[in-house]
């Protein structure tokens, strides 16, 4: 196990490497010049004088191999420059919204487990009820909506709609920014916070709770015609231990796989949601920075994101083992 | 839904006795004919399926169709309310929104099927040399794709899309390029069951080339999963279509797609949400026809699965 653990470890370096050095080349290919963009926007005259100064600060003279050597020898030792836009420590940054997201992102999980798991349980049990059939079309519904379309919608049904029919203040949502920022325990709304969390939360979670209720759906039919079910109705157990004694615990597993990638996943990228509720979380940013070419701002977020990303899913693949004693990591692989 | 009564009890391995059901015993027919014959007993494939004909004349017949072009003001009537004269009512610079929107199945279709059809052919190229030739070969691909799963998607098609601007045909290359890496996973993982067979190593003896038993003895086998990954793969990039859009790097004016309509309607969400939910509704009830039909096609095409 332990071995499994430092072989996976090492190899999320490459991956890392690899990503972020693309990155890195990729932006050398974007048409525009960085250093114009330092001296104060693309399209404003700029002082003879004033490039040239931003370029030398920033070594954006010097060969391409150059700039990448020094990239990455800061970066290993956490060195994550400035912002071009702002002058912004990146670590700063980094600091403010990496909260937010991962704020955020806990909530959504917590929706898509305790949406998710109960109805596509219910679903299977069920199999070809009419709460079935809905559930079928609900799920693909929701992941067949643009996620920023469900945020606007939501937007109308609880912030629009509300101050047009004179809904009383305490029920109305707020639908931009972070508000108050007040929480309990990193991640307990206090006061009026709740009103701005709710709507992003939802919204982040659509997708990932009908995909966890249709895995969850799936993965309990498959378990039902398994053996040791029919083992445990024939010793005579009731029907509720049956299913969550003997099927749940066994269906879950697939289903933890997804969730735990998912947490992984909605802290980085969870950029439609964030733009929709103007949520200052990582994802958004990146995206803004990509767009204004703001690279140390790019590099340093995706960064901490890729690896926030490859070692939860590190986690949950040893979990997994320790879930299912019959899974033997780093053993007999083809 | 299925041939096989959900209570009959399968073998260990989870393959079901072959023809378990009565009316599977009879006289021979074509797989062609079966397939569409499981396909056609799945409703919600089957109302997808002719969602997607009509969306399809509607882009065939959009001339006909619309009452007005895709540019033409009404003087004077911004944000209207869908009326007699537009059925959609007219966005914001008073252009007939049902036109444009009928305009725009060409737009979604084109990008749906042609930047699918990118990521098919790079996903099948990298999975079926990565899932054929193991080793080396097998490692740096897995790796590459791994690199890239890695990249936040998103970031990934604003960078590329920064690159290759914004044209319609510039979409269709970032959708395909940023597309292909669950292609390229599912596509291996058939070629790694598959050459493995005996009828790859037959074809081996016979001293057939790599090339002619990967593409024509192996992959006319691993084609099954990729037409269903294929059919949903079109809804999906409609839908990344719509969420570049929203972010600014999409297609641009006076294109009349889909998700920059919706993404010009956010704006007038309380004074003219039409503006917002025709395009919105027109973007998801064709990405759900693709699933749906998706779906569909893997329950036909693979009755084992169900």
């Known amino acids: 196990m332990t071995s499994y653990i430092i072989r996976r470890l090492l190899l999320i370096v490459p991956t890392v490497f690899l990503a972020l050095s693309f990155l890195f080349f990729l932006f050398f290919t974007l048409p525009g010049d960085p250093a114009r963009l330092i001296a104060g926007g693309a399209n404003r005259t700029i002082e003879s004088g004033v490039i040239e100064r931003a370029s030398e600060r920033y070594g954006l003279n010097d060969p391409l191999l150059v700039q990448f050597k020094d990239y990455w020898s800061r970066t290993i030792t956490w060195d994550l420059g400035e912002s071009f836009l702002t002058r912004r420590s990146v670590n700063d940054i980094l600091g403010e919204k990496a909260v937010a997201s991962i704020r955020l992102a806990i909530w959504a999980i917590i929706i898509e487990i305790v949406v998710g798991i109960p109805v596509g349980l219910l679903s299977a049990i069920r199999r070809y009820s009419i709460s079935d059939r809905l559930t079928t079309i609900v799920t ?106 003997h099927g749940l615990r066994n269906a879950m597993l697939p289903v933890v796989t997804l ?65 299912d004693p019959r899974i033997r990591l780093g053993k007999g692989e083809h | 839904m299925t041939l096989v009564d959900p209570g009959t009890p399968t073998t260990a391995t989870g393959v079901p006795e072959v023809a378990s059901a009565p009316e599977e015993i009879g006289e021979a027919r074509p797989l062609r004919a079966d397939v569409w ?35 033409e003001r009404a003087s004077g009537q911004f944000r209207q309310p869908p009326s007699a004269d537009h059925w959609f009512g007219t966005d914001a610079i008073g252009r007939d929104m049902f036109s444009r929107i009928v305009y725009g199945a060409r737009v979604s279709l084109r990008i749906g099927f042609a930047a699918t059809a990118i990521s098919v052919i790079i996903g099948l190229l990298f999975g079926a040399l990565a899932g054929f030739f193991s080793g080396v070969t097998d490692t740096v691909i897995t790796r590459v794709i791994d690199v890239f799963l890695a990249i936040p998607y998103i970031v990934l098609a604003v960078a590329i899309a920064s690159v290759f601007g914004r044209s319609e045909n510039a979409i ?71 969420a570049l859009s929203f972010l600014g790097v999409g297609p641009q004016e006076p294109t009349p797609a889909w998700g920059l309509m919706v993404a010009a309607g956010k704006g007038s969400l309380t004074n003219a949400p039409h503006l917002l939910f025709f395009p919105a509704g027109a973007i998801v009830l064709t990405v759900l026809a693709f699933v749906f039909v998706g779906d569909g096609l893997r329950d036909a095409l693979d009755p084992k699965l169900k």
């Open chain 2, 37 to 71: 014959r499981r396909f056609k007993r799945n409703r919600l494939a089957m109302v997808g399926l002719g969602f997607l004909i009509f969306l399809g004349l509607v882009a065939i017949f959009a001339p006909l169709i619309a009452p007005y072009s895709i540019t």
């Open chain 2, 172 to 242: 269709i290359i970032v959708l395909g390029v940023t597309g292909w890496l669950a292609i390229a996973r599912i596509v291996r993982a058939s070629f790694l069951s598959l050459r493995r067979l005996e009828y790859v190593e037959a074809a081996t003896a016979l001293g057939f080339s790599r090339t002619r038993i990967m593409f024509r003895h192996i992959l006319p086998n691993a084609l099954q999963p990729i037409i269903v990954i294929g059919t949903i793969t079109v809804g999906y990039v409609i839908l990344a279509e719509a």
């Open chain 1, 259 to 323: 969730i735990g990638i998912d947490f992984g996943t909605v802290i980085g990228a969870a950029v439609l949601t964030e733009t929709t509720f103007s949520w200052p979380g990582l994802g958004s940013e990146i995206a803004n920075s990509v767009t204004q070419r703001d690279l140390p701002v790019v590099l340093g977020l995706t960064l901490v994101v890729v690896l926030a990303f490859a070692l939860i899913n590190l986690l949950v693949d040893v979990s997994y083992a320790w879930f």
């Open chain 1, 140 to 245: 693909a519904a929701a992941s067949a909506i643009p996620v920023f379309v469900l945020g606007f919608v939501l937007q109308w049904l609880f912030a629009v709609q509300p101050n047009k029919l004179g809904w009383p203040e305490w029920a109305k949502l707020r639908t931009q920014g972070i508000g108050p920022d007040s929480w309990a325990l990193f991640f307990i709304p206090t006061g009026d916070q709740w009103r701005y969390l709710i709507l992003p939360a939802i919204t982040l979670a659509s997708v990932s709770t009908a995909l966890a209720a249709r895995m969850m759906r799936g993965s309990m039919l498959e378990v039902q015609r398994a053996d040791y079910m029919r083992t445990a109705r024939a010793k005579g157990l009731r029907e509720r231990d049956v299913i969550v004694k």
